[in-house]
């Protein structure tokens, strides 16, 4: 393989003007029809040549019985058949054009037929074709309208997720379709027979859709080169990684899963805070601390304020705050004078955690803003804690005032929360299910600020020094 | 108040066979006329009497000018009108036959009225009525059909959830409704003037649909009695609780909010494991484990096989197996072996996890029963890691032959996934959002197994000790 330009050919695979899906199938049970189904059905604009010796027409589309047979140029293969087959297949992909293929296909290294990824790895040398697996779930990238992936998803966001576990990057960009928060890409490595991870990271640092990459990762194939590059990235946009094989027996899973060396949990760790990666130890956090980091800012400060209409979820922000080393401080003694002439409910609570009881979305509005002429808080934190309609306008009005350091929690309010949180989600506010994962999240980006600034990125910008 | 029989009085709140909403409104924006709308949404079967000076007719249902209006006797008050007017009307209610009242308004000691409380104490201990609040969002009861409280949650299920936030009892509730596991009971506490946790603790242990207990905390008013009533209550169903108020500013913050002595973090914490209460740390984690805890049972046991479509998901839960000290034993050979020769996908991973690669739900099944016939697990954790159709009907075959013993973590399957968990939770079973989710709340059915056995009770039924 040509180490010269490792990132080189990624764009025949993101930006493929012509796809053919060879192992396309009738049967909508099948994974070479669901494949076929999500790029038509994905909005994708190019040309679709399915290749099936045994179907003439899926889903209205002419089915070529073979690779040869295809009238145009292809420019990306995506590849859904046995094993055995893939190697001659890509070769005659190769000579009708093809740049870049995504193997589906599983039944190579991980089942122990390394002699298939080898032939495999041959083909990839002599032809230049850059490869995606072989044993992945595909990849999906929004700005193209491209899903050679599975489940269909379409909502277009800031979020890459970059992920060794298929599993796991649907469950990510699942999540952020569920909200509304959308994906820019979603990416399933499988065995990183050619393309890995960092190969990923370094296209997406350049993309201009993706505001934050979420890595899910087992083991690194070349750690010294990953870590590079997240130096590089970090400048530009945060990456956060869940890595598992933690533990010894998760270790041994994941050599199993994808021949991944998990290698030391202690020194990937110190990796991470060396280069400017926000590790994360959970699905859910990763998904939240990628929200967060895609939106939030708080300059370098870490002090929280918390305005709720429920004292309950307040509680339980501050406390893990506490917890978390971010700062609740009290209020300055004018700004809870200015509070309490300011007409809030006569049973709201003037402190931090600000309680405004079961109050209306422009009590929010109000307090917030009344915050924000008090250097109080590097971020506001608003506990929406039942079905407060309005939510999103008020929370957009206070952004408008205090840029990128508003974080919304919005929990117990049934259709009017779900509504809500859609519409903050699509003006870039990022809302967490429940006060502690808001404040978990909001943690990763002071975390992230504080290791920018020890890369010396963040000092030359000017701002102050993280505690 | 009379402490003999604290407990006496509850059937009147929770089997009430009318209602008096006192301060119902015609505006659908107010509590007055949501509280009236969930009471007859809810499917309530008993008489419900609006009283509202100002309307005639609300929802179809004849309003009443005053509390001595209403034509026939009041079991329940539900009082949705300002603090000052709270005492005069219930003791109006009390007259006409009202033994138990909901006080939804705000404005008494958690706002500096201690002498309206003082005066609602005085009410309360003159007529014998059982208050629930002030300050609250009220109670909902199934099997009465009784919401009396916000949002409207209808679906029956194990789940009790008894809260000083009402904010925390509606979000469990939503989570609950949202995935169709149901609840039996939602209350909401407020001020606690008179029922209290321990009250309703007492009740729930001995009502037929409860079979577990969520507890969300910022203090306890009479802790001995509560760890008492736990104590009793631990040999019958579990009790789980999340306590906020852990650092120095969340106590503050919860002398606020509800008056709650926060007490010491480490009492409390060593309290829970003498009296035998699971506690948690986190809103997701109350959910899931009260959602284990009413459904699995180890019998003393803590070793866990994993049976996943997804690699990457099943390291993740054996990563948090490990780390939550549950064991993950290696596959005996023979069950091994039986399992290789057991028609599963060809790229399958003998071990444990047993990574099935994406599979039907019939694999699931097929090596569940195979391992069930070797003494391997105490409990089986099936992932499907993708959208596996039929996952439902596969799980309760497995059921069938392990009982209680196995659990789910379904994620990544978006539409699929929704219809299969709420199907698999209207069986009982229980299905997790994440692997570590499920794992987590496995360790917390671990816990509550060894408090039980040492404190007695599980001794007696001569299951194995926990190590």
Chains 1, 2 share one sequence.
Not at 395 to 403: E, T
Request: charged share 20%.
């Amino acid at each position: 393989m040509n180490n010269r330009n490792k990132s080189a050919g990624l764009s025949s695979l993101f930006w493929a003007r012509s796809v053919a899906v060879i192992g396309a199938s009738r049967n909508p049970e099948k994974l070479g029809y669901e494949i076929l189904a999500n790029i038509v059905n994905g909005g994708y604009q190019g040309d679709v040549f399915p290749v099936n010796p045994k179907a003439e027409e899926i889903l209205g589309l002419t089915v070529y019985p073979s690779v040869d047979a295809v009238p145009g140029e292809i420019e990306l293969a995506v590849v859904v058949i046995p094993a055995p087959l893939v190697p001659g297949v890509l070769s005659q992909a190769s000579e009708k054009g093809a740049r870049a293929a995504i193997v589906i296909s599983g039944g190579f290294a991980e089942s122990g037929r390394s002699d298939l990824e080898h032939e495999l790895s041959t083909v990839a040398e002599e032809t230049g074709l850059r490869i995606l697996g072989p044993n992945c779930q595909g990849l999906n990238y929004r700005p193209n309208k491209l899903c050679a992936s599975w489940p269909l998803v379409t909502a277009p966001g800031p979020l890459a997720v970059v992920s060794q576990s298929g599993t796991v990057a649907a469950t990510v960009a699942g999540w952020a379709v569920d909200e509304a928060y959308g994906i820019s890409a979603a990416v399933s490595l499988g065995n990183q027979l050619d393309l890995c991870e960092t190969d990923f990271i370094e296209f997406l640092a350049e993309d201009k859709e993706t505001r934050v990459i979420a890595l899910y990762l087992e083991g690194a194939n070349d750690g010294r080169r990953l870590l590079r590059a997240a130096e590089r990235v970090m400048s530009n946009k945060p990456i956060v990684v869940l890595k598992s094989g933690r533990t010894e027996v998760g270790r041994q899973a994941a050599t199993s899963h994808t021949r991944s060396l998990a290698g030391r949990d202690e020194v990937f760790d110190g990796a991470c805070r060396q280069f400017g990666i926000v590790r994360v130890s959970s699905l859910e956090s990763l998904y939240d601390s990628a929200k967060s980091l895609s939106s939030l800012r708080l300059n370098g400060g870490r002090r929280v304020v918390v305005v709720t209409s429920s004292g309950g979820a307040g509680i339980l922000a501050v406390d893990e705050a506490e917890r978390r080393n971010l700062e609740v401080p009290p209020l300055p003694s004018r700004a809870a004078k200015e509070l309490e002439s300011s007409e809030l409910r006569p049973n709201a609570i003037i402190a931090n955690p600000l309680d405004l009881t079961v109050a209306p979305a422009q009590d929010f509005q109000k307090a917030a803003l009344v915050l924000s002429e008090y250097d109080v808080a590097d971020l506001y934190l608003l506990i929406f804690g039942d079905p407060i309609p309005e939510a999103a306008d008020a929370v957009k009005r206070v952004r408008q005032k205090v840029g990128n350091r508003v974080a919304v929690a919005y929990l117990g309010g049934g259709e009017t929360e779900a509504s809500e949180r859609a519409r903050m989600h699509q003006a870039g506010i990022p809302v967490f299910a429940t006060p502690q994962r808001a404040i978990a999240a909001i943690e990763s980006v002071v975390l992230w600020e504080a290791l920018r600034l020890k890369l010396g990125e963040y000092e030359k910008s000017g701002r102050k020094q993280v505690a």
